[in-house]
T-cell receptor, first 114, second 115 residues
Framework: DGGITQSPKYLFRKEGQNVTLSCEQNLNHDAMYWYRQDPGQGLRLIYYSQIVNDFQKGDIAEGYSVSREKKESFPLTVTSAQKNPTAFYLC?????????????FGEGSRLTVL | AQSVTQLDSQVPVFEEAPVELRCNYSSSVSVYLFWYVQYPNQGLQLLLKYLSGSTLVKSINGFEAEFNKSQTSFHLRKPSVHISDTAEYFCAVSPISGGYNKLIFGAGTRLAVHP
């Protein structure tokens, strides 16, 4: 079945550590996205990528980094510079680049900083 | 810039009762409109969308939403809810033009259906 796979589902991190969240899609979608979800705040865009080897900052990119070396993969690194990293992280993809395209989401990764 | 306001953070309702989840948006350009649903500990799924044409759009599971341009609203309704509709619902907009390729989400409305 086609879809988006995020791993790990749950992750615990000590303060000062970097952590990388994986996102893989087999939908052959061009665009991929990372959102952060906090209670009562909806989803906020961290980074997005429309094609391989290209990505743009979203609204809350500070303390995060991404890469897009393959069409299928868009990993997110939460660095020690992110001041409040505990959150639910969602990866999504979209076919094409038109704004009419539906976003397909993974099941999310919940990061907790101890 | 665009913004989305979902007027109710939580909506409790009894099973088989009607429900309306309210969504207003602000934008200097024309937008496409979406409703997404999120079940506990899962990602979001598209429920319905308005791109053009008839201002009333419907989903396969009985939800409908009406685009009102003058009031900049896109409220979601269902005439009779089920326990299985318990979830969080997100309204989102996407600018039609301007080089953007992203959705702007509201804060979400948690629908709790009680027996």
């Amino acid at each position: 079945d086609g879809g988006i796979t995020q791993s790990p589902k749950y992750l615990f991190r000590k303060e000062g550590q970097n952590v990388t969240l994986s996102c893989e899609q087999n939908l052959n979608h061009d665009a991929m996205y990372w959102y952060r979800q906090d209670p009562g705040q909806g989803l906020r865009l961290i980074y997005y990528s429309q094609i391989v080897n290209d990505f743009q900052k979203g609204d809350i990119a500070e303390g995060y980094s991404v890469s897009r070396e393959k069409k299928e993969s868009f990993p997110l690194t939460v660095t020690s510079a992110q001041k409040n990293p505990t959150a639910f992280y969602l990866c999504a993809s979209r076919i094409g680049t038109a704004n009419t395209g539906e976003l397909f989401f993974g099941e999310g990764s919940r990061l907790t900083v101890l | 810039a665009q913004s989305v306001t979902q007027l109710d953070s939580q909506v409790p309702v009894f099973e088989e009762a009607p429900v309306e989840l309210r969504c207003n948006y602000s934008s200097s350009v024309s937008v496409y409109l979406f409703w997404y649903v999120q079940y506990p500990n899962q990602g979001l799924q598209l429920l319905l969308k308005y791109l053009s044409g008839s201002t009333l759009v419907k989903s396969i599971n009985g939800f409908e939403a009406e685009f009102n341009k003058s009031q900049t609203s896109f409220h979601l309704r269902k005439p009779s809810v089920h326990i299985s509709d318990t979830a969080e619902y997100f309204c989102a907009v996407s600018p039609i033009s301007g080089g953007y390729n992203k959705l702007i989400f509201g804060a979400g409305t948690r629908l709790a259906v009680h027996p």
